[in-house]
């Protein structure tokens, strides 16, 4: 059993950055064999991939945070990253890390869903105000 813990949420101001960590314990032997993506769910909406980075560093972003956004992974510290930059409001939301991709392709972090990973954290809470 892999536990995967958010961290690093909290208030920012429009334009502003947090960085968001997610550290793997427990069972991690393959862990850093994982796929392993950062989501996001607003009030009353669908969790939504953000980003997915991939055993080879291969890395997407979902268009609405392209640019602004970046995903990295410390194999070492089992240790995933999302820096945030350039906020706005639509980015509020809980962060969830997920690792092990289900499905075939992984790289389409537009399209994934919930289902299509099978170890989450509880997420951490991103506030953006103006």
């Known amino acids: 059993l892999i536990i995967l813990t958010e961290s690093g949420g909290g208030s920012a101001q429009t334009g502003g950055s947090l960085r968001l960590s997610c550290l793997a314990s427990?069972?991690?032997?393959?862990?850093?064999?994982?796929?392993k993506a950062w989501f996001r769910q607003a009030p009353g909406k669908e969790r939504e991939g953000v980003a997915v980075?991939?055993?080879?560093?291969?890395?997407n972003y979902a268009d609405s945070v392209k640019g602004r956004f970046t995903i990295s992974q410390d194999k070492a510290k089992n240790a995933l990253y999302l820096q945030m930059s350039s906020l706005k409001a639509e980015d509020a939301g809980v962060y969830y890390c997920a690792a092990w991709c289900l499905r075939e392709d992984c790289n389409d972090i537009g399209s994934m869903k919930q289902t299509d990973f099978f170890d989450w954290g509880r997420g951490t809470q991103v506030t953006v105000s103006s």
């Open positions: 427990g069972d991690t032997g393959t862990y850093d064999t994982y796929i």
């Open positions: 980075i991939g055993n080879n560093n291969k890395l």
